[in-house]
C-alpha cells in the first residue's frame, strides 16, 4: 500500500480562498488523522485550533495526552502557510528518533535534522534538532532568521543548570516566531505567556490542566523487586518498565530476572519471529538476545542505538513483560508500558546523591498507561532495603511484645541518601517546581551576536537587559559580558570600526563557522596544531588523530576502564620490582589512561587561549582511543572486551562516529596522507558495520531522489559484491581491516596470549589453524622478542595477494630483533563469511619458517 503523507495533503489547498484556507487546512489534517482511526482529543483540539489561529501554544497537558499529535498539527499548518518551523528536543537521541518519526508523517523530503555533529536535508521545511542549534542559529541571525515556528519539546529543560539558555534564547531572539511550548509539568506559567505575548505580539494560548486519558494509581510497597514484578504480573498490569538510576543497575537487574518464567512457549516464538534475521553483533548483543527471548528488555542510553530501537520495537508488540532501564524514560523515549516500578526516589545527578524533584518524578511516572490500551496506570514505589528488611523482621514477630521489643531495627547505609512512604506521598501530589532562568553570558553567545548584521550593541543591550533574570543579576552578567568583550577586543579577535556605520561600531576580525560553538568547537586550534607535526615521522598520522582526539567530548566510561587497566599494569610492574604498598600507592594516583601528546597540546592551547578568548570557555582533553585501537589493530569488539565495556557499548560508538565525522570534516587534504586516509575510511566502515541502523532506515524511508549525505551512503563496491551494505563492499576499508586482523595477531602472539589467539580463528578446523603452543615455542627458542613498533605495522611487512577474487592470500611477516623476518603467518582470507558475520573470516591460517 502506498504511504500518504501530510505532505501529499497540501496540493488539496493550491486552489483554496484566502477566507476559507484555516477552515481547509484543519479539515484537512482531521481527515488526515481520522484515516489513522485518531479522534483528537478536546485539549489537542484546542492547542491545535490556536496555533491555526496565529497564537502562541503553551501546551501543559499530562504525559500520554496526545502532545505530539499537536507538534504535528503545528508543522503542518507551517508547512501550508509555506513556512519553515524546527522541533526541538533536550538529546540527540530523541532529536534522531523525532526525526524519523516526521519522516515517516511528513515525507523524509521534507524534513531535515541538525545536531550539532549531523546535519541531513538542513534546507528541508521541517527541521528536527537540538535546543542548542536553534539559540545559536537566534543569536547569530536574530529576528532575521529562517524560522517561523518552533516546536520546544520537554520545555522543562529552560531550568536545566548549564542547558537551560538554550531554551530561553529564542524566546528572546526570534520574535517574529509563532511557539509551541510542550511539558506535562511545567508548573506556573502565567508570566511565561505574559511575556511571550509581548515579544511576538501574539495572542498566548494556556492548554492544560486537563485529565489523563489513563489515570494513574500509586503504590508503595515494602515487597522485594522480584515479588513485587511476581504480583504485577498476576495482577495482568505487563509490560513493566523497571525504573534504575544506572546503568549497571539496569542490566544487572535483567540478568537476574532471568530466573523468572515471564512467557509461554507461544509467546517465545512470536519473539524469535519478530526478531527475525536481526544480527546481534556484539558482547553485549549475545546478552540482550538472550533476555529478550525471555520475555525480558533492556534500555538505556549506554545501549547502541539498533539495540534500543529493538526494544522499542518489541515493546510496541506488548510481547516484552519486564523491561529494565533507566530514567530515561522521563524524556519521552517511546517505550509503551502499563506499570512503572521505581527501584527508589534517590539519583546521583553528577554532583551529589539527591532526592527526585517533583517533575522529575512526574516525568518517569507519567509514562506508565497506555491511551487506546489500558483503563489506568499503574505507578509502584519500592521501599528502600533498610525498610524492607524491617518489615520482614515484623512480620516475622508477629503480635508478640517481646518479640518486637527485641527487633533491632536497620538503618540507612552511612551517607546513602534515603527516603520514605512520606517522600512518595509529597512527590505524587507535588506540583512540579516553577521553571527557573539559567541564562548564561558567553563569549560565544558575544561572537554571535556581534556577527549578526544591524545594530550589534542594540542587540546585545536587549539580550542582556530583557531576558527573564532578575535585575540583580542581569547587572551581573553585564559586567560579565564587558569583561569577555574586552578580552575578545585585546585578542584582536573584535575590532572597533570608526568608518562603520555609528549603530555598529564593532566587528569580528575573523570568519568563524557558523556552528562553532557547537561542532568541535576548538577545531581551529586543532588545525592550527597541525602546522607543528613532522609529516616524515612514522607516527605522523596517530599523532593527527591525537589532535583531533584532544578536541572530543571524553567518553568517560572508557577512559576510566583505561585508566584503571593502566593501573593495573603499573601495580604489577611495581610489585614486580618490589616497591613496598605504601609507595606504590603514591605511585598509582599519578597513573591516568593515556594521554599521547598530552603536554605538547597543552601547551599549545595556552598559548592559542592568549589570542583567541572565547576558546578559555573550553578545554582541552587528550586521550587514545582512535589511536589505541590502531596502535594494537583493534576491532570494535576487541576494544569492549580489553576494556570490559559491554554495559557501554553506545557510549564507544557514539565517540568513535564523533571522531569520524570530526577527521572526515577537519582533516584539510594537505595534511591528509594516504595512511591517514585509509584509517579514516577503515573507521567509518566500522561505525557502519557496527550499528548502521539509523542511516539504513533513511535509506530505507528515502526514495531515489531524496538528498542522502553522500559521505554515509556512497560506497566503493569490492569485486563480486552487489551488496552495498556488505563488510567487504568498501575494499579500502576492509583491507585495512585484514591488515588490522593480522598485526592483532602479531601482537597477541608476542605477548604469548595462547588463548585470544585460539579464540581469534576458533572457528577455523583444527587441521586449517596453527597449534600456537608449538609455534611460540619455536619462535622464541630463536629469539627473544617481537617487534610490534610502528614500523611492523608498515607495508614492508605485509603483503596482499587475489584482491579480484572472493578469496585473498595474505602474508604477514612477524618483525624479530635480528631482522631475519624468518617466521610468517601465512591466510586466506574468505570474503564471503566474512560478509556473513560482519568481521574478517579466514579459510586457513599457519605460521611458516621461511
Known amino acids: 500500500m502506498e504511504r500518504v503523507t501530510l505532505a501529499d495533503k497540501l496540493p488539496d489547498l493550491t486552489d483554496v480562498p484566502e477566507s476559507l484556507f484555516e477552515e481547509a487546512v484543519w479539515e484537512t489534517f482531521l481527515a488526515w488523522t481520522a484515516e489513522r482511526g485518531i479522534s483528537l482529543y478536546p485539549a489537542q483540539e484546542e492547542a491545535s485550533l490556536a496555533l491555526l489561529a496565529g497564537d502562541n501554544v503553551i501546551l501543559a497537558t499530562p504525559t500520554g495526552s496526545g502532545k505530539s499529535m499537536v507538534a504535528n498539527a503545528a508543522h503542518f499548518i507551517a508547512m501550508a502557510r509555506g513556512q519553515r518551523s524546527f522541533y526541538t528536543a533536550p538529546i540527540k537521541a530523541l532529536v534522531s528518533e523525532k526525526f524519523f518519526a516526521l519522516c515517516e508523517i511528513f515525507g523524509p523530503e521534507n524534513v531535515g535534522m541538525m545536531t550539532g555533529d549531523a546535519t541531513v536535508n538542513a534546507h528541508a521545511p521541517i527541521i528536527a534538532a537540538t535546543a542548542e542549534i536553534v539559540a545559536n542559529i537566534a543569536l547569530r541571525e536574530g529576528k532575521n532568521a529562517s524560522i517561523d515556528q518552533v516546536v520546544m519539546d520537554e520545555f522543562h529543560y529552560y531550568s536545566e543548570p548549564g542547558r537551560g539558555w538554550a531554551w530561553q534564547v529564542p524566546l528572546l531572539e526570534l520574535p517574529r516566531a509563532q511557539f509551541l511550548l510542550m511539558s506535562a509539568t511545567l508548573g506556573e506559567t502565567q508570566w511565561l505567556e505574559t511575556d511571550l505575548t509581548e515579544r511576538t505580539g501574539r495572542t498566548t494560548t494556556y492548554v492544560g490542566g486537563s485529565q489523563r486519558p489513563v489515570p494513574l494509581d500509586f503504590h508503595y510497597v515494602f515487597t522485594p523487586v522480584h515479588e513485587t514484578i511476581e504480583q504485577l504480573l498476576d495482577d495482568g498490569l505487563a509490560p513493566i518498565y523497571v525504573v534504575h538510576f544506572s546503568q549497571r543497575e539496569a542490566t544487572e537487574r535483567a540478568q537476574a530476572l532471568t530466573s523468572m518464567n515471564f512467557v509461554s512457549a507461544e509467546e517465545k516464538e512470536r519473539i524469535a519471529e519478530e526478531i527475525g534475521d536481526f544480527r546481534f553483533t556484539t558482547t553485549f548483543g549475545k546478552t540482550l538476545s538472550k533476555l529478550l527471548r525471555r520475555g525480558i528488555g533492556v534500555h538505556h542510553a549506554g545501549m ?179 569583561e569577555l568583550f574586552r578580552g575578545l577586543v585585546e585578542a584582536g579577535v573584535v575590532e572597533r570600526t570608526p568608518d562603520s556605520p555609528a549603530m555598529r561600531p564593532y566587528t569580528l576580525t575573523v570568519e568563524l563557522d557558523r556552528d562553532f560553538a557547537l561542532n568541535q568547537p576548538l577545531s581551529p586550534f586543532a588545525l592550527a596544531f597541525l602546522s607543528v607535526l613532522d609529516p616524515d615521522s612514522p607516527t605522523y598520522s596517530l599523532d593527527v588523530i591525537s589532535t583531533f582526539e584532544a578536541i572530543l567530548d571524553d567518553p568517560r566510561q572508557l577512559l576510566k576502564a583505561q585508566e584503571s587497566a593502566a593501573r593495573r599494569e603499573e601495580l604489577a610492574a611495581l610489585k614486580a620490582d618490589g616497591v613496598d604498598y605504601v609507595e606504590r600507592m603514591a605511585l598509582l594516583e599519578d597513573v591516568t589512561y593515556p594521554q599521547p601528546l598530552g603536554e605538547e597540546l597543552e601547551a599549545a592551547f595556552e598559548t592559542f587561549r592568549e589570542s583567541h578568548p572565547w576558546a578559555k570557555e573550553f578545554e582541552l582533553s587528550p586521550k587514545s582511543v582512535v589511536r589505541d585501537m590502531v596502535e594494537h589493530a583493534m576491532t570494535f569488539s576487541d576494544l569492549v572486551a580489553t576494556y570490559g565495556l559491554a554495559r557501554s557499548e553506545g557510549v564507544v560508538l557514539r565517540y568513535l562516529t564523533d571522531a569520524w565525522r570530526t577527521l572526515t570534516h577537519s582533516v584539510p587534504d594537505s595534511y591528509l596522507t594516504d595512511e591517514l586516509g585509509d584509517i579514516i575510511t577503515w573507521l567509518g566502515e566500522l561505525v557502519r558495520q557496527v550499528d548502521s541502523s539509523l542511516i539504513d532506515e533513511w535509506a530505507h524511508m528515502a526514495d531515489e531522489d531524496t538528498p542522502i549525505s553522500p559521505e554515509t551512503l556512497e560506497r566503493e563496491l569490492a569485486f563480486g559484491v552487489e551488496d552495498p551494505t556488505a563488510l567487504t563492499a568498501n575494499r579500502r576499508a576492509f583491507k585495512v581491516m585484514v591488515r588490522n586482523f593480522f598485526f592483532r595477531l602479531v601482537e597477541l602472539f608476542a605477548f604469548e596470549k595462547e588463548e585470544q589467539l585460539d579464540e581469534a580463528v576458533g572457528y577455523l578446523d583444527p587441521e586449517s589453524r596453527p597449534v600456537w603452543p608449538e609455534e611460540l615455542d619455536g619462535y622464541f627458542d630463536e629469539y627473544d622478542d617481537v617487534l610490534i613498533d610502528a614500523d611492523a605495522r608498515g607495508p614492508e611487512y605485509f603483503r596482499l595477494s587475489g584482491e579480484q577474487g572472493r578469496e585473498w592470500s595474505v602474508v604477514q611477516v612477524i618483525r624479530d630483533p635480528a631482522g631475519d623476518n624468518a617466521f610468517q603467518l601465512h591466510g586466506v582470507v574468505d570474503l564471503d563469511a566474512s560478509d556473513a558475520t560482519g568481521e574478517v573470516r579466514l579459510s586457513r591460517l599457519e605460521v611458516i619458517k621461511a
Not at 330 to 344: E, F, Q, S, Y
Not at 373 to 400: C, M, Q, S, W, Y
Open 304 to 482: 547502541l542505538p539498533k539495540y534500543r530501537r529493538l526494544v522499542e520495537r518489541l515493546s510496541q508488540t506488548g510481547l516484552l513483560k519486564v523491561i529494565c532501564g533507566t530514567d530515561t524514560l522521563g524524556v519521552g523515549i517511546n517505550v509503551p508500558i502499563r506499570t512503572v516500578l521505581l527501584t527508589g526516589l534517590a539519583k546521583y545527578d553528577g554532583t551529589r546523591q539527591r532526592i527526585l524533584k517533583s517533575r522529575e518524578f512526574h516525568q518517569i511516572a507519567g509514562r506508565a498507561g497506555r491511551a487506546g490500551f489500558d483503563t489506568k496506570g499503574t505507578v509502584v514505589v519500592e521501599a528502600p532495603e533498610h525498610e524492607i528488611e524491617n518489615v520482614k523482621l515484623r512480620r516475622k514477630a508477629g503480635d508478640d511484645p517481646k518479640k518486637l521489643k527485641k527487633i533491632r531495627k536497620k538503618a540507612p547505609r552511612d551517607g546513602e541518601v534515603s527516603w520514605s512512604e512520606k517522600t512518595f506521598e509529597r512527590l505524587t501530589t507535588a506540583e512540579p517546581e516553577e521553571l527557573t532562568s539559567q541564562f548564561k553570558v558567553s563569549n560565544s553567545m558575544l561572537l554571535n551576536v556581534v556577527a549578526r548584521p544591524g545594530d550589534g550593541y542594540g542587540h546585545l543591550k536587549r539580550l542582556l537587559r530583557t531576558n527573564h533574570d532578575t535585575r540583580a543579576k542581569q547587572n551581573q552578567d553585564i559586567l560579565t559580558a564587558v
